[in-house]
Nanobody, 122 residues
Framework: QVQLVESGGGLVQAGDSLRLSCAASGRTFSRYPVGWFRQAPGKEREFVSI????????TYADSVKGRFTASRDTAKNTVYLQMINLKPEDTAVYYC???????????????WGQGTQVTVSS
């Protein structure tokens, strides 16, 4: 059993920065990949980034490359998403998720947080 809790969202202006945190309940979290996803009103949930469980290799959606950086602190059992130069189109509920397999279809991943709201004004 893994429990995830996101935090760090808020209301900011375009060009500002935020750091989201995803805190996990168990040490096995460090062995699993962790993905960041977001969902805006009226839109489907979309992939943002993923950090691998071994080696900390990261990948990003084209829309956030160069602006978002995922990292992990195994001692704190936490994964972060540093977001800079935020844009209004980044407005969404941001979720972190993980899976022990991992399953290729991320919508089927086993463990999801409840999300944290990021709102970027013009």
């Amino acid at each position: 059993q893994v429990q995830l809790v996101e935090s760090g969202g808020g209301l900011v202006q375009a060009g500002d920065s935020l750091r989201l945190s995803c805190a996990a309940s168990g040490r096995t979290f460090s062995r699993y990949p962790v993905g960041w996803f977001r969902q805006a009103p009226g839109k489907e949930r979309e992939f943002v980034s993923i950090i691998s469980g071994v080696g900390g290799i990261t990948t990003y959606a084209d829309s956030v490359k160069g602006r978002f950086t995922a990292s992990r602190d195994t001692a704190k059992n936490t994964v972060y998403l540093q977001m800079i130069n935020l844009k209004p189109e980044d407005t969404a509920v941001y979720y972190c998720a993980t899976d022990s397999a991992p399953r290729r279809r991320w919508l089927e991943w086993e463990y999801w947080g409840q999300g944290t709201q990021v709102t970027v004004s013009s």
